[in-house]
């Protein structure tokens, strides 16, 4: 599967952001997929993940509560809701997909085969 991510884009403080990552191919409902972020001068970091049939999804601390990931399997995309932006939120915004992430390891990035390109997101405060 291929990933497209945009929907990145420079924000204040407290505004919201839709990321979307459209894949191609005609079996995205067979993919667990995840949003991860590589902040400037730091590591990559997992941001959310969703199950194959949306049913189960999982945050990070840092953005639980603010942060929602969804996905449309007609659409074959998935999105990350973005509210309450703060500047510690920069980052380049990264989906992935993984046929076969298990519990313990879907926050892990080598758990995920396929990577979309990034999208840059900045909060500025």
């Known amino acids: 599967v291929q990933l497209q991510a945009s929907g990145g884009g420079l924000v204040q403080a407290g505004a919201s952001l839709r990321l979307s990552c459209a894949a191609s191919?005609?079996?995205?409902?067979?993919?667990?997929m995840a949003w991860f972020r590589q902040p400037p001068g730091k590591d990559r970091e997992f941001v959310a993940a969703?199950?194959?049939?949306?049913?189960?999804?999982y945050y990070a601390d840092s953005v639980k509560g603010r942060f929602t990931i969804s996905r449309d399997n007609a659409r074959n995309t998935v999105y990350l809701q973005m509210n309450g932006l703060k500047p510690e939120d920069t980052a380049v915004y990264y989906c992935?997909?993984?046929?076969?992430?298990?519990?313990?390891?879907?926050?892990?990035?080598?758990?995920?085969?396929?990577w979309g390109q990034g999208t840059q997101v900045t909060v500025s405060s």
């Open positions: 992935a997909g993984d046929q076969n992430t298990i519990l313990s390891t879907l926050r892990q990035g080598d758990a995920y085969d396929y």
């Open positions: 191919g005609r079996t995205f409902s067979r993919y667990d």
């Open positions: 969703i199950r194959k049939s949306g049913g189960s999804t």
